[in-house]
């Protein structure tokens, strides 16, 4: 039996060869360099999201509306408060939920056409539609009315109507939100 084992330990034995060791030091060092490698390319992959969310909060554009009211003059304001251009993708308006408008100046034309005394009242118009680029710190006025009886009038028109919009517009780098009359601000459209 002792030569049995003595055998069975023969096979077993490496004879350790300069050779030998070069080869298997050169796959420990290859197996631990692609280790490292792998690692690498994991580090590099998340640096790559974070430059890309740099770079899209450095051209986010940010739609709001609001409206001004002094004595003499009305305004309904379309603002970008964000720091790159809005491109405007597309532009739904809708009067008293029967009337659809893909820009704005079909829609005051409609409003001021259907309410009686209203076509005589003079207002400015700047036409939101699909195609227009709003840039950063910029705003567009919707519609402007000057007079105290021509406010008072259109703000009779405008509540007697069911108004609503939704707005989509996107950054250089393609990413949507949308901006509603119910909402108070923008919402992010999944990609």
């Given amino acids: ?27 420990f060092i290859s197996v631990i360099s692609l280790i490292a490698l792998l690692y690498q390319s994991y580090l590099a992959r998340e640096e790559n999201k974070l430059i890309q969310k740099q770079q899209s909060a450095s051209v986010l554009p940010y739609l ?21 251009p809005a491109f405007i993708t597309k532009v739904e308006l809708t009067l008293d939920s029967i009337y659809k408008f893909d820009n704005s100046d079909d829609l005051f034309r409609k409003l001021f ?10 207002y400015t118009t700047s036409t939101l539609i699909k195609g227009f680029v709003l840039p950063a710190n910029d705003q567009i006025n919707i519609i ?34 949308i901006l509603n009359d119910k909402e108070n601000t923008p919402i992010l459209l999944p990609e």
Avoid at 2 to 27: F, G, R
């Fill in 64 to 84: 709001n509306q609001w409206y001004t009211d002094s004595n003499e003059k009305f305004q309904l304001v379309i603002g970008n408060k964000g720091v790159g």
């Fill in 1 to 27: 039996m002792s030569e049995e084992t003595q055998a069975e330990k023969h096979k077993w034995k490496i004879n350790w060869t300069t050779d030998k060791i070069m080869s298997t030091s050169a796959l």
């Fill in 144 to 177: 402007e009315i000057r007079g105290q009886d021509n406010i008072a009038a259109f703000g009779k028109a405008m509540s007697k109507s069911d108004i609503q919009y939704e707005i989509t517009y996107e950054d250089v780098y393609g990413t949507m939100w």
């Fill in 113 to 122: 056409k259907d309410h009686e005394g209203m076509d005589t009242i003079p």
